[in-house]
């Protein structure tokens, strides 16, 4: 950055346009290079990855929406890197192009809600596929959940493309509704399937060591920190996905850094939460094929009456 400053400021614009390009381009060399050099192995397993979570047509496992799930995390970052690619394929790096609002690659860009939607659309398909695979309703409502931030995404955009009068008097209240729902459905989903914590039966019974780990037994107060801290990141994530309110930039930058460790809490638990159904089916599936007392009786061969 301090570089390409360097050179717009000496009147350099086209090596100065030229570095985010450069950029780009050895990110995905690296990142698609068939030699066995920076991790082929976990750079292969991550575009296979991706590439399931694109096209969902096998079952869904979980580093399928595992990954799918940060993705979602990550959509203003997709949005900001199709942003940055499109002014570089229109030649407005480094030109006064970059600062106009109402360019081709600006906020009126119906491209910006595409991006921002497709990782919840790459989600939602993979729930559909899961309800085909296991027949769970749950994956219908999952399903739901990651369709509430369609109308989050799109009523924002529709502030650049009509009148004033109809984004306040219509839209405004219609985004900010979506918005509500789109925030508490998600808060409601993470406590009560991804966390495995119920709202109505378990949300203060923390001493459980079935459900929670013992890193963190007996310490309450991070379970109601999770819980707040969850629900009010939840709500102002809702200011990431709505274009009409990224112009303050410092303030989405720390709404984004709020977001990473939200995330980090939930991948934390969402893991702890796995182990522990894993560790149980395990449990499970032992204790079946162990034979009872009983029969071990009946079958010894050095038993005699």
Not at 68 to 78: L, Y
Not at 137 to 144: F, P
Not at 193 to 215: E, G, Q, V
Not at 257 to 279: D, P
Request: hydrophobic share 50%; charged share 15%.
């Amino acid at each position: 950055m301090t570089a390409y400053l360097y050179l717009y400021s000496h009147g350099e614009v086209s090596l100065a346009a030229f570095q985010p390009v450069l950029l780009y381009a050895i990110l995905l060399m690296i990142l698609f290079s068939p030699f066995d050099i920076f991790y082929i192995s976990s750079r292969f397993y991550f575009l296979r990855t991706v590439w399931r979570i694109i096209l969902p047509l096998q079952a869904i496992t979980f580093p399928d929406f595992f990954l799918a799930d940060i993705f979602t995390s990550m959509s203003k970052v997709f949005s900001d890197l199709e942003r940055s690619v499109c002014r570089m394929v229109n030649r407005q790096v480094g030109t006064i192009a970059w600062f106009e609002a109402d360019s081709i690659c600006g906020s009126h860009s119906i491209a910006i809600p595409l991006v921002l939607v497709f990782p919840y659309l790459c989600r939602f398909f993979q729930c559909l596929r899961q309800y085909k695979d296991t027949k769970e309703k749950t994956c219908l409502l999952n399903a739901l959940k990651y369709s509430t931030a369609v109308p989050v995404i799109f009523l924002s955009a529709l502030k650049y493309h009509v009148f004033p009068e109809q984004w306040i008097n219509f839209y405004r209240p219609l985004w900010l509704i979506s918005s509500v729902i789109n925030s508490l459905y998600s808060f409601y989903w993470d406590i009560k399937r991804d966390w495995d914590l119920s709202i109505l039966t378990r949300i203060f019974m923390f001493k459980n060591p079935s459900i929670w780990t013992n890193l963190l037994y007996g310490q309450n107060w991070v379970f109601y920190w999770v819980l707040g801290s969850n629900l009010v990141l939840r709500c102002t994530w809702t200011y990431k996905l709505s274009a009409h309110l990224r112009h303050n930039y410092l303030t989405v930058f720390t709404i984004a850094a709020l977001e990473i460790l939200r995330r980090w809490q939930w991948v934390f638990f969402r893991v702890e939460n796995e182990w522990n159904k894993m560790t149980a089916m395990q449990n499970l599936e032992m204790s079946s094929n162990m034979p009872s007392e009983g029969d071990r009786l009946l079958d010894s061969s050095d038993h005699t009456v």
